[in-house]
């Protein structure tokens, strides 16, 4: 099929990629023309695993192309993918206006039939905001072309996105129109050789599901927060009780990690959306306002342990941080809990010294030319001379350090576990003063 895919972001990118990998012809949009000129360098603009190899071959074999001309990337397909950025807005709501925006494009440059698949995470009733608008552009132009919006929102996760978009769980589908339904399960049929993964509902029901797996996902998150929190009042371990109640198959393992709250581009501005959008239609939504409040709480929890061992003023001391972006993986630090932690160590008058795989070039972009951090090519360069050690993104190579390397490099031997990767017992026995989350 010919797509247009609008937006070549994390997720523009890997699903035009991956739909020129099942043999489509994908035009990849985006009115950053620095970021299309580096595609058509070879160059990936993100970091994901498995990723440039994937762009390399399709562009080579001409099925992938990048673009920001979106006339002709219009012209040319006969299905249109929205997958611009949806960020929050001031009051938490999110913002349509890049959605808006490609929506009048596609309208100004149709030529055709079309159908027009929403991929961008939007609130509920944002396909009839799409429509409005493509129809009042293509009145305006007097003609009358049809088109057709579906709502298909994009579960994939950064760190295992090709993976996530090759071999989806499920892939949601919002759609009136019966015709539209089975062009699309063309479109997806070769990403579900083994069995049926479409899920075929109304255009508001797919619209909601995103937020809702989302904020489901958030709040296992923000629910075992508040349990590590109590457990280490109360002398229990958490690390004890997730077992005990992961091994429960009705409960499971998966997200009821504690650390130092969730980030990303996309729990935290969901589940303020949907919160905005349920208070704009006096919907009360009382356990996703805990949700996002014990997340931002979580946040700080790190630095009040640091604050209650060194004082909270910290001038004069060097914290090593381990791990920048907001999970491992992935480069990409928006929201990350790593941005809450530094500025408040800074804050306090501590330098820092922080190492990441990957997420350096990004780190350095939001910290800019700040004098109070350094950034160390590996992870033990890091902890030279430093008071103590932060770890914050358990990214694999963290998990199994070389403890008397880290001890000789530290003035201290202290560390603080974002993520509880240690076992405390063993820590102590190498004469570190160890202080988890919920232990
Ligand atoms: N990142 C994820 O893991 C993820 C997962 C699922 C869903 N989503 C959702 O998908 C959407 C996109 O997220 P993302 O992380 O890929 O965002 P992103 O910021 O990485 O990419 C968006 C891209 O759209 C481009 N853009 C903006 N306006 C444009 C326009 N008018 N014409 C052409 N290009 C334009 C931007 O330059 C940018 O490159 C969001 O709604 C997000 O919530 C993201």
Known sequence: MKLAVIGTGYVGLVTGTCFAEMGNNVICVDNDGEKINLLNNGEIPIWEPGLEDMVYRN???????????????????????IAVGTPSDEDGSADLHYVLAVAEDIATYMNGYKVIIDKSTVPVGTADKVKKKVQSILNARKVDYTFDIVSNPEFLKEGDAINDSMKPDRVVIGTDSEKCAEIIRELYSPFARSHEKLIIMSVRSAEMTKYTANAMLATKISFMNDIANLCEIMGADVHEVR??????????????????????????????????????????????????????????????????????????????????????????????PS?????????????????????????????????????????????????????????????????????????????????????????????????????
């Not at 704009?280 to 630095?303: A, F, T, Y």
């Not at 939001?366 to 932060?390: R, W």
């Not at 603080?416 to 017992?425: A, E, I, S, T």
């Open 59 to 81: 562009s080579n074999e001409k099925r992938l192309n990048f673009t920001t001309d979106i006339k002709n990337a219009v012209e040319n397909s006969d299905i249109c993918f």
């Open 243 to 336: 077992h005990g109640i992961g091994s429960d198959s009705r409960i499971g393992y998966q997200f009821i990690y504690p650390g130092v709250g969730y980030g990303g581009s996309c729990f935290p501005k969901d589940v303020k959306a949907l919160i905005n959008m349920a208070k704009s239609v006096g919907s009360k939504v009382r356990i996703l306002q805990s949700v996002e409040d014990v997340n931002e709480d979580q946040k700080k929890v790190l630095v009040e342990k640091v604050f209650k061992y060194f004082g909270e003023n910290l001038s004069g001391k060097t914290f090593a941080i381990w791990g920048l972006s907001f999970k491992p993986k992935t480069d990409d630090m928006r929201e990350a």
């Open 339 to 439: 941005i809450v932690i530094i500025n408040k160590l800074i804050k306090a008058g501590a330098k820092i010294q922080a190492y990441d795989p990957v997420a350096i070039n990004e780190a350095k972009h939001i910290f800019g030319d700040n004098p109070n951090i350094t950034y160390a090519e590996g992870n033990y360069e890091a902890t030279k001379d430093a008071d103590a050690l932060l770890l914050v993104t358990e990214w694999n190579q963290f998990r199994y350090p070389d403890f008397a390397e880290i001890k000789r490099r530290l003035k201290q031997p202290v560390i603080f576990d974002g993520r509880n990767q240690y076992n405390p017992k063993e820590l102590a026995e190498m004469g570190f003063e160890y202080f988890a989350i919920g232990r």
